[in-house]
């Protein structure tokens, strides 16, 4: 059976959990999902090097009958020279499929692999009822085989499959949920694929497409970030054009719902509570809302929390993608031509403004490797965002809070610079007015301590003090926790 392999970047517990699964003495029904382009099928099959005892993609928008003649063909494929007929149902499809896999030779763990399982349901074809009946009557019951399906339409795999309330209650053994790459998985993919990039210019290519390895296999060797950058998502008939639509279509029924709802929080840079978003989009406040909710934050497109102090029923919601927050600062109002685009951008105050927006993103999707910094990964801690309330005489605003159960507050501070930050007075007045603001709005008696997250570090001179801690960009790349 397949081992860990080098060939898989950034993907180490991943495949040990694959390694798990495949030397578990009992039936295992593995469910792999996650965003479009996230890399779920590359895993796969490389982490098996296709030794499946049978494997099947779906059909992107066929028919029934188009679907089973695509199942009959992966039969006939796998079959070792039995030939099936095509099953007139999925209830006789699958039990072709029990039929192939009692007749295998195949030693150790029988894996098969359904890729794209939504694509293959359609109206009243029973699909997951006969996928149910396959498992519950004989496969959960066979101790060598492993069932992998697979599927970017999170909303189909989640309430189909993870909350199914009839025969797949509690079927699944094992989630793999495939999350985008950090940064320094980024940067191994990157050098594995022999691009010469720094580091701050794979935080920004980070803060433009996000962690995604289908979006930095697009980088083209020998061209500038900028330059890729153009190529990619602003030239006419570009590598990526058309990806963002493509991208919500893939994941989500009624993905326009979806889109009102990041469109209103890429407005919103600390983020809405439920109701605002309710207002923004003029959606109906109902059980399909709370899922676009949930959907979203499964993908890993908004993040939930609780801003500082506040009841759960306060909670709000923020854009955390940064391919999103990208898509509706630039490429959405900006038509594909043969001019660099996104060249001219940089270093213009429209650039600064998003630079900073998506830094901050940057920092809270990597908020585990601020706390390695600060010394305290094995401290319990929380992270909150804060804004004064609303009755507050003095306004203030912090986009990331560590409080940690050791009795300190963290109160971060996130600037990039093309060089070492340097404080200012005004600057320094500012953060100690914040934390002020803060510990008498919610009463804090614990220590606060002032972090700047910044690129290159801090520059030394009369206003630096107002810093406990200084986190640098070399300190983001270190590993996933």
């Not at 060797?221 to 279509?249: H, I, T």
Request: proline share 2%; hydrophobic share 35%; glycine share 6%.
């Amino acid at each position: 059976m397949a081992k860990k392999t080098d060939m898989l970047v950034g993907r180490g517990k991943e495949q040990e959990l694959l390694n798990q699964i495949v030397e578990s003495r009992e039936p295992e029904f593995v469910v792999v999902y996650g965003r479009r382009r996230v890399g779920k099928t590359f895993l796969v099959n490389k982490y098996f090097n296709d030794r499946f005892a049978f494997k099947l993609t779906g059909l992107a928008k066929k028919s029934k009958r188009e679907q089973l003649s695509n199942f009959t063909d992966a039969l006939n494929r796998y079959g070792g020279g039995q030939r099936y007929t095509k099953p007139r149902t999925w209830y006789e499809a699958f039990n072709s499929l029990r039929c192939l896999l009692e007749s295998s030779k195949k030693k150790g763990k029988k894996v098969v692999f359904i890729d794209e399982l939504p694509w293959m349901d359609s109206r009243g074809g029973n699909l997951v009822s006969a996928l149910e009946h396959f498992w519950n009557d004989w496969a959960g019951t066979q101790s060598d085989i492993v069932l992998i399906i697979c599927g970017s339409a999170t909303s189909w795999i989640t309430r189909k499959i993870l909350k199914n309330k009839g025969g797949l209650h509690n079927r699944v053994t094992q989630k793999l949920y495939l999350h985008p790459f950090s940064l320094a998985e980024c940067k191994e993919y990157i050098s594995s694929r022999g691009l010469a990039m720094s580091d701050k210019e794979i935080a920004e290519c980070y803060m433009v497409m996000g962690g995604i390895p289908f979006y930095l296999k697009n980088l083209r060797r020998g061209a500038g970030l900028a330059q890729n950058v153009d190529e990619m998502f602003f030239a006419d008939k570009g590598r990526l054009s058309g990806e963002f639509d493509a991208l919500y279509a893939s994941l989500f029924e009624k993905s326009d719902n979806y889109i009102k709802v990041v469109e209103a929080l890429a407005k919103k840079n600390k983020g809405l509570t439920r109701q605002e978003i309710l207002d923004a989009t003029k959606l109906a406040n109902n059980g399909h809302f709370s899922t676009i909710l949930d959907d979203l934050v499964n993908c890993d497109f908004i993040r939930r929390y609780n801003g500082y102090g506040n009841k759960e029923r306060l909670s709000l919601y923020q854009l955390t993608d940064p391919f999103t927050l990208f898509y509706f600062r630039f490429i959405r109002k900006n038509a594909p031509n043969d001019k660099p685009f996104w060249k001219y951008q940089i270093g213009t105050h429209r650039h600064d403004t998003w630079a900073g927006l998506a830094f901050e993103q940057l920092c809270l999707n990597h908020h585990r490797q601020i706390e390695q910094a600060l010394g305290i990964s094995g401290v319990i801690t929380s992270v909150f965002s804060w804004t004064t309330p609303s009755y507050a005489a003095e306004k203030a605003q912090i986009d990331l809070i560590i409080k940690r159960a050791d009795k300190v507050i963290n109160v971060c501070e996130m600037k990039f610079y093309d060089s070492r930050y340097t404080m200012k007075k005004k600057d320094a007045e500012d953060i100690e007015r914040r934390a002020r603001a803060f510990r008498d709005a919610e009463n804090v008696s614990m220590a606060i301590h002032p972090v700047l997250v910044t690129t290159y570090g801090l520059a030394n001179n009369q206003h630096s003090h107002v810093f406990q801690n200084v986190v640098t960009l070399k300190d983001l790349f270190g590993p996933r926790l």
